[in-house]
């Protein structure tokens, strides 16, 4: 189990893929009539459950949330590591984490679990597979909620059956900028699949990413639900590619004109505010995918975009700082991150 | 006679300075009533007048208007080496140049012979002697319009007297961006300094230059009109010098930031209009004056901000080119004169 394996292809667009299961233990009430006593009682069974595997329990670190100041929690938020309503819940909450991170088990969210599987690029199979084993080796200790109707039962009927919800994060900027957005999210709202901004619902596209993610839980097997959202994905990405060729194709300048003034914008600029850096962010990662801009790495660019959020640099430094030292630290952050690698 | 000694101080904020002498031949009518024939005849009279002087005679051009294309002719104007009305009269005209540009005399302007000195950097006694030493060699053989009461005689009745405008170019971003240029336009009107942007009346600013010049003629001497405009040009230096320390002091993270991310775009980016190119350079000029920009000198830049011109684009290009393939040719331009020069 290492980061390596959990990559995919088509980063030029795709970004991550995520599957996440969310289950119930049978024994005990729902998250919101969970005694304290309860929580603690339920989490020490799940660690319990996961450490059987010892290959698996080695590569494991389990975490008290109440362990974590307010500052590293919320930089895992960033990190899409935890759900900012579990970041919010002052209930007893415990934290599963890769020490590669790319399994992240919430106990005690709106689900007793929520287990994530995550990866770059696009690696749906990979991802559904590992978070199979690890469904598997819970069910096989731990009397998880479930009904021969209804599958696994969950706090939100809208999770009710597979309790999965496979997603892909894309980067979109040419649908985006071609106002072919709106469209897209209608078009797939029709056959069950949901478009949001990087943030979940209701937030608005950042970078001019996306995540598309399955909305039935029920009547589809996982490797159906999966199905569906690889095809439309694969879909997206056609109309993504074509847009872009068109762009480069038509308008070729004025495309090569943005990326390269935002790659010089990102490694001079002094001060630098989180929704300018994301945009700019976005411009480099098109530069990339068309071969203008040369050096620098999805994987990078990816963690970039974490790294640039209020907490993650709160982290960094120490210390929480003013906006305004805030956006001088991100500025000097990515003048450092760029320069040395960037060659045009 | 060479251009390095019309070259001045304080460039940081004086661009150019400026020495205009209007005058007209007693023998002839004024230019709108003036003949082909007398046009021509008075032209050699004067072309006869400057030889007489054979260090003189040998570094002037004698240009017939007529004999340049209308793409050299729109670039001299945005040298400011002819006005516009000289370009587009049509008229027998004639312009007489220095090979290093520093004296260009147009011979039926709106007068017979308006004759400029013109030098970098604050330098208005060394152009008003040169202006006068050339005005004694035109009075040697030529009958001068002159009244003893109304002094020179002028088409238009704001230059009689002397006949003399004198002008300096200044870069002023930070009285501009705190919006001191309106009372500083009121307050240099009550004591008869015009101000205004750099083509002269009724133009706006561009690049952040303006153009300080005397209003009146008449009532004052030659040494007098350059001694107040003088004064008046100190005391908008010294309030623009409180400005941008006042600006370091207190927001140099900002000006900073401002600065670099516009030396960036004008090394990097592939389409620039005019207009952004002006704000860009006057950016980076501020840039050098407070030593964040280094590698370039202000003769430099100077050059630079004609040489983006559409006309001199043209003429360097060898053709007229379409505003965009302009706007591609100017950001490429700037991209070779600046990449290989600035250092931070």
């Known amino acids: 189990m290492s980061v390596a394996e959990f990559s995919g292809d088509g980063k030029d667009i795709v970004v991550s893929t995520r599957i996440r299961l969310a289950r119930n233990l049978k024994n005990y009430p729902f998250a919101t009539k969970l005694s304290a006593k309860q929580a603690r009682e339920?989490?020490?069974?799940?660690?319990?459950?996961?450490?059987?595997?010892?290959?698996?329990?080695?590569?494991?670190?389990?975490?008290?949330?109440?362990?974590?100041?307010?500052?590293?929690?919320?930089?895992?938020?960033?990190?899409?590591?935890?759900?900012?309503?579990?970041?919010?819940s002052t209930a007893e909450r415990s934290l599963v984490l890769s020490n590669d991170r790319h399994i992240s088990i919430m106990i005690n969210e709106e689900d007793h679990i929520r287990l994530q599987v995550m990866g770059t690029g696009l690696c749906l199979n990979k991802c559904l597979d590992e978070?199979?084993?690890?469904?598997?080796?819970?069910?096989?200790?731990?009397?998880?909620?479930?009904?021969?109707?209804?599958?696994?039962?969950?706090?939100?009927?809208?999770?009710?059956?597979?309790?999965?919800?496979?997603?892909?994060?894309?980067?979109?900027?040419?649908?985006?900028?071609?106002?072919?957005?709106?469209?897209?999210?209608?078009?797939?709202?029709k056959i069950g699949i949901a478009v949001r901004g990087i943030y979940g619902e209701g937030s608005v596209a950042r970078s001019e990413l996306y995540q598309i993610s399955n909305q039935f839980t029920l009547g589809f097997s996982e490797q159906e639900t999966v199905e569906r959202l690889k095809g439309i994905t694969d879909q997206i990405i056609s109309q993504e590619q074509i847009l872009r060729k068109a762009a480069l194709a038509q308008a070729r300048d004025e495309f090569e004109d943005r990326v390269y003034r935002s790659a010089?914008?990102?490694?001079?600029?002094?001060?630098?505010?989180?929704?300018?850096?994301?945009?700019?962010?976005?411009?480099?990662?098109?530069?990339?995918?068309?071969?203008?801009?040369?050096?620098?790495?999805?994987?990078?660019?990816?963690?970039?975009?974490?790294?640039?959020?209020?907490?993650?640099?709160?982290?960094?430094?120490?210390?929480?700082?003013?906006?305004?030292?805030?956006?001088?630290y991100r500025a000097e952050y990515l003048r450092n991150s760029l320069r040395s690698k960037l060659k045009e």
Chains 1, 2 share one sequence.
């Open 42 to 88: 339920m989490i020490a069974a799940i660690y319990e459950a996961l450490q059987k595997n010892p290959a698996l329990k080695s590569v494991l670190s389990f975490i008290k949330l109440s362990d974590l100041d307010d500052l590293t929690i919320q930089s895992f938020v960033e990190q899409h590591l935890i759900s900012p309503e579990f970041a919010k």
């Open 264 to 328: 010089a914008t990102l490694q001079n600029a002094r001060i630098m505010s989180a929704s300018e850096a994301e945009n700019l962010l976005s411009d480099l990662r098109l530069g990339i995918s068309c071969g203008l801009i040369n050096g620098i790495d999805y994987d990078s660019l990816n963690s970039m975009l974490y790294d640039i959020g209020p907490a993650n640099i709160a982290v960094k430094n120490g210390s929480t700082l003013p906006p305004k030292e805030r956006d001088k």
């Open 131 to 189: 978070a199979v084993k690890l469904d598997l080796l819970l069910d096989e200790t731990l009397m998880l909620a479930f009904n021969e109707e209804l599958g696994y039962l969950t706090h939100c009927p809208t999770n009710l059956g597979t309790g999965l919800r496979a997603s892909v994060m894309l980067h979109l900027p040419m649908l985006t900028r071609c106002n072919e957005i709106t469209k897209m999210i209608a078009d797939a709202g």
